[in-house]
């Protein structure tokens, strides 16, 4: 009788373990208040009244398992309108809840507030949140970290420790006056005056030594850095002294592991790498600084730094600070492309992956910028433009155009018309030597509000070409409510003859963001499987605020799971 009431006992107690093993896989509802408010932050030796979450610079970091949801109520206490995007997210059926400004949503607010609701959907790794209103972003970013399910594992070998670094873009000034300024004249914004790790300048800087960013590791660690370029407006170089650094994983999907000095990051990218304690303890600068592939452009050349420090470095915790002036480390030549596209051709997924085939939308995109013609009735101080001219951008000629009154989704999904057509071209409107030397005819695109309608399940290839128009540049172009395959990018016109024969159709890379290279292109490939409205555009702020964008409009398919679900009964109005 003992015998069997022990294992009875034995029994219930397995039973007892399996249900709580279970029940702590379960998925989790996280719930957060973001207060949206103006805080003093000082840096380079002059205090600003910047906009700020929770008072926070960089903004809080939220962490979070494959399968989670997250409530996020935001509260703008702020004087400017807000909307936060939640960059890479999915947002399967829950464009609701995407962020961007006039596209997904009405701003909220000074005084109002919006909860944003949506659940992770099997993406696992590093992404970030974000203002996606004017240039508020320049201060509200934070990190957005989705670790594997309850009970899953990476998949390499689990590090001792993580670290984000978000690299940021700082301006001794209040950056709406500056894109404010820029709107007005017409000409180029001024340039920022510091990058940031973490909201740090670092030691290159005036005033800003004692809160430079020190990383800790040890000798004989293997620990995982999660790299955001949170930039404005710029593509950054990242590198750490005398120590390799392999990747693992970009915009939260996982890359067949490869070594490397150097990281490019577009605004907008994610990479994560692996990082080893092999040398000599002591102290090492992490650095970052510009790629800058346009022309004849002022850019900010300085270098934000960090310190990766050895615990068992000499004098690591003296009470009169290190003694040791941190190693640095070379960098690329800021207009280095060969190093940039070294990199972003590195990138693999880890296994076969299953790209999409027997195209039904074969689309070719040019982008790049352009000069408007001063208005008769503008006094030249509003064209401060090249001779005389404003900065404009654009795709396939047309330059977008943000409604005011309404968002794209709710006018698409309630079929409000005079909001949006979906007339946008699917080819240039002229074909032309896109690279080469362009006619000043084609310097001057028109504007409006046009998307291109999608069939929900449609399989969709889009060629991404830059242009020579004012100048070349490589553009970070960000899709929103999608991942896409980035099947091959190259320099010069793209040729459908022959750069099709460089397609990866075995293991291409997933992302949310591709660098399209300076004078050449880039091709991704995607299923349109998430109804809804989906901006894709340059993630240099200042080249969303001249028109460089477009909205897919994806139908909803057959049934509730194939369709957006109804609008949130706190949607911000107009």
């Keep these: ?83 936060i995007h939640w960059h890479g997210i999915r947002q399967m059926r829950t464009g609701w809840a995407d962020g961007p400004e006039f596209i997904t949503q009405c701003p909220i607010r000074p005084g109002g507030s919006y909860t944003y609701r949506f659940t992770i959907q099997g993406q696992e790794g590093t992404l970030w949140w974000h203002a996606h209103s004017s ?55 001024n340039v920022s005056d510091a990058y940031t790790i973490n909201g740090q300048p670092g030691d290159l800087y005036k005033c800003s030594s004692k809160d430079t960013v020190i990383v800790p590791i040890d000798s004989g660690e293997t620990n995982l850095l999660r790299v955001i370029n949170a930039a404005l407006n710029q593509q950054l170089f990242f590198t750490v002294a005398n120590h390799k650094l392999t990747v693992v994983s970009a915009d939260a999907s996982y890359t067949k592991p490869f070594t490397t000095t150097t990281l490019m990051l577009g605004p907008g990218q994610t990479t994560d790498v692996l990082i080893t304690g092999d040398q000599p303890p002591s102290r090492y600068y992490m650095a970052a600084r510009a790629y800058f592939s346009a022309q004849n452009a002022q850019f900010d050349n300085t270098t934000t730094t960090a310190i990766l420090e050895y615990e068992s470095a000499p ?24 190093t940039a596209s070294a990199f972003t051709t590195s990138f693999r997924s880890p296994r076969k992956v299953e790209v999409p085939t027997d195209i039904d939308e074969n689309l070719f995109f040019t982008i790049g910028l352009g000069l408007n013609n001063c208005p008769k009735n503008f006094p030249s101080s509003r064209c401060q433009g090249p001779n005389g001219t404003r900065f404009t951008a654009s795709m396939n000629n047309i330059s977008f155009v943000l409604p005011n009154n309404i968002s794209i989704l709710q006018a698409f999904q309630q079929n409000i018309p005079g909001v949006v057509t979906s007339d946008f071209p699917a080819n240039p409107p002229q074909q032309f030597d896109y690279t080469g030397n362009v006619s000043r005819s084609l310097w001057q695109p028109k504007s409006g509000t046009k998307g291109y309608r999608l069939n929900y399940g449609s399989r969709v290839q889009v060629v991404l070409q830059d242009t020579s128009i004012v100048t070349p540049e490589n553009h970070p172009i960000h899709l929103h409510g999608y991942d896409f395959y980035v099947l091959a990018e190259g320099f010069g016109n793209f040729n459908a003859k022959t750069d099709t024969q460089k397609f990866n159709l075995v293991d291409p890379p997933m992302r949310n963001t591709v660098a399209v290279p300076v004078n050449g292109w880039a091709v991704i490939r995607f299923v349109a499987d998430n109804p809804g409205a989906w901006i894709m555009h340059c993630h240099l702020d200042v080249h969303i605020n001249w028109g460089l964008a477009m909205v897919f409009l994806v139908d909803n398919g057959v049934g509730k799971l194939q369709s957006v679900e109804p609008p949130p009964a706190d949607l911000p109005l107009c």
Aim: glycine share 6%.
């Design 1 to 83: 009788m003992e015998v069997l009431n022990s294992s009875i006992f034995l029994l219930g107690l397995c039973l007892l373990l399996a249900s709580s093993t279970m029940s702590s896989a379960e998925p989790k509802t996280h719930n957060h208040e973001f207060v949206i408010q103006a805080t003093p932050v000082k840096r380079l030796c002059k205090t600003h009244n910047s906009i700020t979450v929770n008072g926070q610079f960089p903004g809080p970091t939220l962490e979070v398992n494959n399968g989670d949801t997250l409530v996020v109520k935001v509260t703008n206490k702020a004087r400017y309108n807000v909307t």
């Design 135 to 189: 240039w508020l972003r320049a201060t509200v970013y934070g990190a957005l970290i989705i670790h594997p399910k309850q009970g899953d594992s990476y998949p390499f070998t689990k590090p001792k420790r993580e670290q984000t670094l978000l690299l940021g873009e700082w301006w001794d000034a209040n950056p709406i006056d500056v894109v404010r300024q820029a709107t007005r004249t017409g000409a180029a914004p």
């Design 315 to 338: 004098c690591s915790n003296c009470k009169n600070g290190p003694s040791t002036k941190p190693v640095m480390p070379p960098l690329p030549a800021y207009n280095d492309t060969n």
